[in-house]
């Protein structure tokens, strides 16, 4: 049942897509789109992907001569849904359909909250980035205003009452979590930036009234965000392949040195 406009927003039973074309889910987009903007654009190579998320074009301001959007069974949004950036292939996130270290760049938009198993599906990033390749990674919150509205939603639910405001099927994943699964498969955390400061309510109006929390959120608690972005690097340690010591090495033989030489200015030397 719709409430006032100051009540917090509802999507029991709505898909991904639908959430988004909310205010917060449109305030959550233009946050995350501008911080995709800012981190693709000096990303140089010549293979990217983005797995998930059709509404939001992360590569727009990329420049490689390749650039992909896949969807697939992990992902709420289907392919015929409107969307700025139409899909180019089906992939499944445990599962890609590209050879070892093919990818130089790779997107993972909240695509990690729908799989049902994000740890193998980080690993498969892993596969597909050449060395020193970057994984850029949006999620949602869960230690946030809005990860405790989903908490006490839930608990609501359990007692007949009350509904989700995050779609269903999403597993929300802490940030300090994925960074341990990032170090792990020898990423390097390159960047991590919360945002996303002001309460998911219901009306766009009530929604640019807590404008202010965004500026306060950054400058007093900037790690309760309701949205973390996340770049990271893939790094391969080098060999150094140490040969054995077989033999003892000689030491070289030094080339003869006259001591004395006979002059004709001086015939006593």
């Known amino acids: 049942k719709a409430g006032s406009g100051s009540r917090f927003m509802s999507t029991h039973k709505t898909g991904l897509h639908h959430w988004f074309d909310s205010p917060p889910g449109r305030y959550l987009l233009e946050w995350e789109q501008a911080r995709f903007d800012e981190a693709v654009a000096d990303v140089f190579g010549y293979y990217s992907l983005q797995l998930g998320m059709p509404m939001l074009p992360g590569l727009r301001a990329n420049r490689m001569p390749y650039r992909w959007l896949a969807l697939g069974a992990d992902h709420a949004t289907p392919l015929e849904n409107p969307a700025p950036w139409s899909a180019s292939l ?3 996130a445990v599962a890609l359909p590209f050879p070892d270290d093919s990818l130089d760049l790779l997107l993972l938009p909240h695509t990690l909250e729908w799989s049902h198993d994000p740890h193998t599906a980080l690993r498969e990033a892993a596969r597909v980035l050449v060395p020193e390749g970057r994984l850029v990674i949006s999620g949602l919150h869960p230690a946030s205003l809005w990860g405790l509205q989903q908490q006490w939603a839930r608990l609501q639910q359990r007692v007949g009452a009350g509904a989700l405001h995050w779609p269903e099927g999403v597993q929300l994943i802490a940030p300090w979590r994925l960074r341990d699964w990032l ?22 109006a009530w929604l640019q009234r807590w404008a202010w929390l965004d500026g306060a ?4 608690w900037p790690i309760l965000g309701a ?13 150094h392949l140490l040969k054995p010591a077989w033999s003892k090495a000689t030491a070289p033989e030094r080339a003869a040195t006259a001591v004395a030489g006979f002059h004709p200015s001086n015939p006593d030397i």
């Open 217 to 220: 959120g950054e400058r007093f």
């Open 90 to 92: 089906l992939a499944h």
């Open 183 to 204: 170090q792990l498969l020898s990423f390097e955390l390159e960047e991590l930036r919360f945002g996303c400061y002001r309460p998911a309510v219901r009306s766009a």
């Open 227 to 239: 949205a973390y972005f996340v770049v990271a690097v893939k790094r391969v340690r080098g060999l």
